[in-house]
Every structure is written in structure tokens, then in C-alpha cells.
């Protein structure tokens, strides 16, 4: 319900609409009925014809009259059993549409450029482990040398623990307020997150650079997601009805 609302107020406030002729033919949709049909495209005729077995029959389109003698009955199956109205269930068609109208124009809206670092690290299993590779770093070792060496992240350590290119929200906070902070050639201390005990290396840091194409997919794809989070948690949404506020079911009294 929450979601619901959410996505209702955010889509008026940005234009987005649904009229009932879309809602309508969304539900024709879902039935498999179709008003203008596609007009089917000729096969060629070839000369030689090869028999490969027995002809599978075109399915019959759905004519109209089907279509609205299955929707009578979807409706009324629908009342008598979850008590939904036909108009209740056309608004809950209505949100379905606002929803996917939204995740577009929330995914056309994700910045294609941020300001991103290029990191190399040298992740270890303790912190011991960490001290005694950043004084090897302090005294001059190669900084991707000593990934290959000593790294336990299998998937970057035999390419000297190269991250690439990455901007914030990509990775644990702590491991990122270290990168963004760094100087370009600095070598940072030890920064401890849920993975471990890292040391990093920031070869490039950029205010405007393009993203990942497959990153930039990502952040597309869970755009509508990520506002929901957020919006839920905001201070303007409030809970009349909370698990510890719910009253108590009253006990039946014996007559």
C-alpha cells in the first residue's frame, strides 16, 4: 500500500499519466486479446517442399466476444473470492502501468558521467598481515608486485589488485571515503571493512567521467527500486499502523 501511494504521488509530480483506454488495453493484453492483429507476413514459396512431420495448427485468435465473457468471469471469480471489485482491480491495473512508465523516466534520469578514482588494493585476513605488507610498501615495494604476492582477493590480485574505474556507492563507505580522499600516487594506511583488512593505491581520480556501460545498466535498471527505498524511509511517509501498534484481536465471548 505504502508503494503504492508512493509511486502515485511521485508520477503526478512528474506528468505521468494513465487513461482508462490504457488500462483497458493492458487487460486485453494479459487475456491474449488483441484488437488489431498483426497482419501476417507471406512465406515465400520454395520449390522443393519437405515434409518433417505433422503441421502444428495455428492457434485461433481470441475474438472479442471471448474476450469479454472471460473477463466477466475473471471478475466475478475475483469478487466472490478476494472481494475486489472490477473497478479496484482496473486501479490496480492503473498502478501497474504508472509503475513501469515511472522506471523508465527514473532511468532516463541516471547521470551518465560521476566523479569516479581508479584504485588499486591489497586485501589481507588480518591486521597483522596488514602492517607487515604497508611497511614493505613504506620502504619502497612495488605496490602491484606485492598484490600479486600477498592479495587474497582471487578475482583482481594477478592483475596487481586492479579495481578500475569506480564511483561512490559502488563499495563499502569506509573503503570509499579513503579513496575519494586520497591524492592521485598515495598510498593509504589500513582500512578495515566486512572483507577484510585493506591496503589502497589511487592511480586516477576524475570529476566527470563517463560510467561503466554495464554499471550505468545496473543503475538504470534499479533506479525505480532505489528512489522506493529511499522514499520509504523519509520523514514525509507515515505509518499509522506499525507491528507493535496493531490492537490486539478480540477473543470471541462465549454467550
Known amino acids: 500500500m505504502i508503494d503504492e501511494e508512493l509511486i502515485r504521488q511521485k508520477a503526478a509530480e512528474e506528468g505521468i499519466t494513465v487513461t482508462p483506454q490504457e488500462v483497458q488495453l493492458q487487460i486485453e493484453r494479459a487475456f491474449g486479446y488483441e484488437r488489431n492483429p498483426p497482419t501476417p507476413t507471406p512465406t515465400p514459396i520454395t520449390a522443393t517442399l519437405t515434409i518433417t512431420g505433422t503441421p502444428t495448427p495455428t492457434p485461433t485468435r481470441m475474438t472479442e466476444k471471448e474476450f469479454k465473457q472471460a473477463y466477466k468471469e475473471f471478475i466475478t471469480s475475483l469478487q466472490k473470492q478476494v472481494g475486489i471489485s472490477e473497478q479496484e482491480y482496473r486501479d490496480i491495473v492503473a498502478v501497474i502501468l504508472l509503475r513501469e512508465k515511472l522506471r523508465q523516466v527514473l532511468a532516463d534520469k541516471v547521470p551518465t558521467t560521476a566523479e569516479q578514482v581508479h584504485v588499486r588494493h591489497i586485501l589481507l585476513d588480518s591486521e597483522e598481515e596488514a602492517k607487515e605488507v604497508l611497511e614493505k610498501l613504506k620502504a619502497g615495494a612495488d605496490f602491484a608486485e606485492l598484490a600479486k604476492e600477498y592479495s587474497k582477493d582471487e578475482a583482481t590480485k594477478d592483475n596487481g589488485g586492479d579495481l578500475g574505474w569506480f564511483p561512490r556507492g ?28 585493506h591496503i589502497i593505491k589511487v592511480e586516477g581520480h576524475e570529476m566527470n567521467r563517463e560510467l561503466d556501460p554495464a554499471y550505468l545498466a545496473e543503475r538504470r535498471a534499479s533506479a525505480l527500486e532505489d528512489w522506493l527505498a529511499k522514499a520509504r524511509n523519509s520523514d514525509k511517509v507515515k505509518r499509522f499502523w506499525t507491528p507493535d501498534k496493531v490492537p490486539p484481536e478480540e477473543t470471541p465471548q462465549v454467550k
Do not use: P
Not at 175 to 194: C, M, N, P, W
Open 170 to 197: 559502488k563499495w563499502e563507505k569506509t573503503f570509499e571515503d579513503v579513496a575519494f580522499s586520497l591524492e592521485v600516487g598515495r598510498i593509504s594506511g589500513i582500512i578495515k571493512t566486512s572483507m577484510g583488512y
